[in-house]
Structure formats: C-alpha cells, structure tokens
C-alpha cells in the first residue's frame, strides 16, 4: 500500500475560521492523507488566513513567510486559504513569494484535489479502498463550534467581511441539529453558536428569523449541557431571543453582541444602524429578563472622526452599562471599506491613549465584577487538567472558550469536559480561584 501524504494546518483568526478549518482538514483525511501538528513533518502546509485587520493580516502574511521557508527542508508544498486569498491575495504574493497554490472559498470542496495536484505520484502498487468521511475536530472533545450561516448582509462602514464571504447564507435548520446531535454523541458538553451575525439566521432560507427557533431545538438535545450564542447584532436583540436566553434549559444566560461605540455621531458614519438609546434599552432589557445575564461586547476606538466628546461618551457607556466581558480594537484602514475614505483620520497616538483609557476604565468593572463572585457557589465546564504543578482550566457559565475569563482550581483529578461545582475562593485580575466544596 503506498504512503500516505501527509499535511499540517495552521488556523488563524476567529472561530469561524476554525471551523472552515475542521471542514477543510475532513476532506484531506477523508481522501487518505495524515495530519500532522508539526508543519515541519508535513509533505504539505495549509495556512488558513485572516483578513479582518491590518494586525491579523500581517499575522497571516508572517505564517505564511514561515511555512513557505519550511520548503527549504521536507515540505513540498504551501496552500493558502481563507479570508486573506479573496481580497489581499497581491498583498500576499508581494510580501510572502513562493505559495504554491491559493484556495478561494468556492474551491474549498475540492481541496483533496488540489493538493493531490501538487504532491507527486507515487509509482509504486497501491489498492483502492472506498472512500469514507472523516469528520475531524479542532477544538478540544468537549467543546465544538457551530456555525450556523455564513456570509454578512450588513454594510459596516469599517469592514470588508461582506466582501470577502459574501451575502448571508443560513445552513439547513435540519441539518444543523443532525451536526449538534453528532457532537454531542461525541462527547461535547459544550455548542458555541457562531456566524458573521447569528441573529438573523434563517431569514433567507425560510423567509423569517429563525435563531430562537433553532436554539430551542438545539436546547432538547440530550448529552449537551450548554449551548452558548455568540456575534448577535444589536437591532436584532429582541423579545424572542431575550426570551429564549430567559427560559431554556440549556442555552446559556450569555450574549456577545459587538456594539462597536456608544456616540450616535460616530455609530451613524459606521453605518450600524442604531444609536446609544437602542444600546442601553437592549442591556436594560436582558438585565431585567435574564437571570444572571453575563454581556460580552466589542468596541472600536480611533473611528474617523471619533471626537474627544465621541470617546468620553463611550466612556460614560461603558461605566453605565457595566459589560462584564469587553474587547477592544484601535481602529485600522480597511482598503475597499467606506470607512476608507472617510475624513477625521485619528492620529496613532490618539487611538493609542484611548485605547489604554477605555480598558482600564473595564479592567475597574471586570475586576469588581469578580470581587463579587468570591464565596459564590458556580457551574464550571473544565478545558485543561492539572499539570506540573499548574491548577486545572475551567470556565464558568459566563465565560465562553478562548476570549473570557479562566477559573483555577487545584486538583488533580479533574479532567477536561467535567462539569462541576466549585466554590470561587479569590480572584487573580480577571481570572478566578477555586476549590471543590466541602
């Protein structure tokens, strides 16, 4: 029989792309090759790219000029995909020489066939098997993505994401709870929900909103134990779904929605659709119907013509609001965006030191924040077991995998994918300490 190829994925950026990533490495094993963790080992390299920032882009372009330098030694090849390919392929050919082949998303289904392409044949006697799918995962077992459409209606004013992925484009409802039903078979105890904007799912597949709808199915099914929803938009937050996270046995008292900024003035040039007012309506309103509602958002500082009175209004936002769980991006040049060309360009050092003022001012809250929690009694989901001395990872209900909080606990039996009670003994900045009752 003969050898079998073999490849290694480097997987960049959000979550969604993790989960083209999963697709893309199923194909290969479905089609005989082995993956690799060390690209070095590899016959070939896939490098899956972000292209959502400048940040992110030159992160992609760096891996690339790595993997590429990796031909020097065993690697035969390097293919690149993801959101850099569509609109800064030039950017990469420039910078980063010597990729062997680009892989747009429409091609994504025939990865197996491009990379056979590129590797040599094999003379010797081989056998033909039937083909069988792989599904492979990239997430630890207790945890999965679930991405429920792909693509983006809106037309932000500092984003190309629309551009690059195209319109949305919801996946059969069916289908996705057959896909939950397999991971919880699997093992995971944890659905993460994910799109561009998960809160308009549905609409052009069956002509209504159908997040609620799916999230209660998804909620029935047994082995899983939380099921969390992350990107909704803001003017989509409404009765339905703040119901939904109110009642459901299984989906989590926990929203991401990205609010971006809190100025009516700037809002209206980003082009979001909304102003201050629908913002702190929306928190007022998932304060009130959600027990324990845990709020995650996104800012953007530096926006062209972001004022000094802009910024201390989003400011005033964020101390009224009290968002538990904040990120915080300095506002990049986006070539192709209608931001692009906007004037008020904020100077570097501008976007620098507001930057540093909104996140201390959220370090006051996320602190105080876990103040409170100590001498609570709380769910948490395990991720790492102790290890050398190092505590066991876990995350609370109100932390989702990767971007929030961690909780310590010493103890060495604990393995990842437990669900326990724990009793929160300190906390260590924005991260906890805990130990196992009694």
């Given at each position: 029989m003969a050898q079998k190829h073999t490849v290694s994925f480097i997987s960049l950026g959000c979550p969604k792309n993790l989960v083209d990533s999963e697709g893309?490495?199923?194909?290969?094993?479905?089609?005989?090759?082995?993956?690799?963790?060390d690209p070095k080992d590899a016959d070939l390299v896939v490098v899956n790219t972000c292209g959502f920032l400048a940040a992110s882009r030159s992160e992609s372009v760096d891996t690339i000029k790595e993997a590429?330098?990796?031909?020097?030694?065993?690697?035969?090849?390097?293919?690149?995909?993801?959101?850099?390919?569509?609109?800064?392929?030039?950017?990469?050919?420039?910078?980063?020489?010597?990729?062997?082949?680009?892989?747009p998303f429409v091609d994504y289904s025939n990865i197996d066939g491009i990379a056979?392409?590129?590797?040599?044949?094999?003379?010797?006697?081989s056998f033909t098997v039937e083909r069988r799918r792989v599904d492979a995962a990239l997430t630890p077992g207790h945890y999965a993505y679930l991405k429920i459409s792909e693509g983006c209606n809106h037309t932000?004013?500092?984003?190309?994401?629309?551009?690059?992925?195209?319109?949305?484009?919801?996946?059969?409802?069916?289908d996705l709870v057959a896909r939950a039903r397999t991971l919880a078979e699997r093992g995971v105890k944890e659905l993460v929900v994910i799109a561009q904007d998960s809160t308009v799912y549905g609409t052009d597949l069956y002509g209504s909103n159908r997040?609620?709808?799916?999230?209660?199915?998804?909620?029935?099914?047994?082995?899983?134990?939380?099921?969390?929803?992350?990107?909704?938009?803001?003017?989509?937050?409404?009765d339905e779904l703040i119901e939904t996270l109110a009642t459901s046995e299984r989906v989590l008292p926990y929203l991401d929605v990205p609010m971006q900024h809190a100025s009516d003035s700037v809002l209206k040039r980003m082009r979001r659709g909304y102003g201050r007012a629908r913002l702190s309506r929306m928190v007022q309103d998932l304060r009130d119907r959600v027990p324990d509602i845990a709020l995650r958002t996104t800012f953007i500082v530096g926006f062209p013509?972001?004022?000094?009175?802009?910024?201390?209004?989003?400011?005033?936002?964020?101390?009224?609001?009290?968002?538990?769980?904040?990120?915080?991006?300095?506002?990049?040049?986006?070539?192709g965006s209608r931001a692009a060309d906007l004037d008020g360009q904020v100077p570097e050092s501008v976007k620098d030191e507001r930057y540093d003022r909104l996140m201390m001012e959220q370090q006051q809250i996320a602190f105080a924040h876990n103040e409170?929690?100590?001498?609570?009694?709380?769910?948490v989901l395990v991720d790492a077991a102790a290890v050398d001395g190092h505590p066991a990872v876990a995350r609370r209900r109100r932390d989702a995998p990767e971007v929030d909080a961690s909780v310590?606990?010493?103890?060495?039996?604990?393995?990842?994918?437990?669900?326990?009670?724990?009793?929160?003994?300190?906390?260590?900045?924005?991260?906890?300490?805990a130990t196992l009752p009694g």
């Open positions: 893309l490495v199923s194909t290969l094993l479905s089609r005989g090759f082995r993956v690799l963790d590429v330098a990796l031909k020097d030694g065993g690697v035969q090849g390097v293919l690149v995909a993801g959101c850099m390919v569509g609109n800064y392929k030039d950017q990469i050919e420039k910078e980063a020489p010597g990729v062997d082949r680009f892989v056979e392409e590129l590797l040599p044949k094999d003379p010797s006697p932000c004013a500092f984003c190309v994401i629309p551009d690059i992925r195209g319109p949305m484009r919801s996946l059969p409802e069916d997040t609620s709808r799916l999230l209660h199915r998804l909620d029935s099914i047994e082995g899983v134990e939380w099921i969390r929803l992350m990107y909704a938009y803001p003017t989509e937050v409404r013509g972001e004022t000094d009175a802009d910024f201390e209004e989003l400011l005033d936002f964020v101390r009224e609001a009290r968002v538990e769980r904040l990120g915080a991006f300095r506002y990049s040049d986006e070539a409170a929690s100590i001498g609570t009694t709380e769910s310590f606990i010493q103890n060495d039996a604990l393995r990842p994918g437990d669900l326990i009670q724990v009793e929160i003994t300190g906390a260590s900045g924005y991260d906890l300490r």
